[in-house]
């Protein structure tokens, strides 16, 4: 079981950058995959970016150039660093982990693109 604190979201203009965090609660070298999720209003979930233990990541193509996942296994952290943003990535977003067959997920942090 693993618990999952996303932070760093807020408020930021189009064209910005923000850095999330997401803190888990144990150790995360094992974990087979991390990774970010968001949902805007009335959408579906939907996958932002996610890497695996054995290194390999993957974005949805809407973000791809512009956005980073990183893992510092040494502080049980992922990252997920945002550039050139634009109002249409505002979102709640979430972290994820995969311990198949559970996956957990953190609690979301607002992501606001706006001028």
């Known amino acids: 079981q693993v618990q999952l604190v996303e932070s760093g979201g807020g408020l930021v203009q189009p064209g910005g950058s923000l850095r999330l965090s997401c803190a888990a609660s144990r150790s995360i070298f094992s974990i087979y995959a991390m990774g970010w999720y968001r949902q805007a209003p009335g959408k579906q979930r939907e996958l932002v970016a996610r890497?695996?233990?054995?290194?390999?990541?993957n974005y949805a193509d809407s973000v791809k150039g512009r956005f980073t996942i990183s893992r510092d296994n040494a502080k049980n952290t992922v990252y997920l660093q945002m550039n050139s943003l634009k109002p249409e990535d505002t979102a709640v977003y979430y972290c994820?982990?995969?311990?198949?067959?559970?996956?957990?997920w953190g609690q979301g942090t607002q992501v606001t693109v706006s001028s």
């Open positions: 994820n982990a995969q311990l198949p067959p559970n996956t957990y």
């Open positions: 890497t695996t233990n054995v290194g390999s990541t």
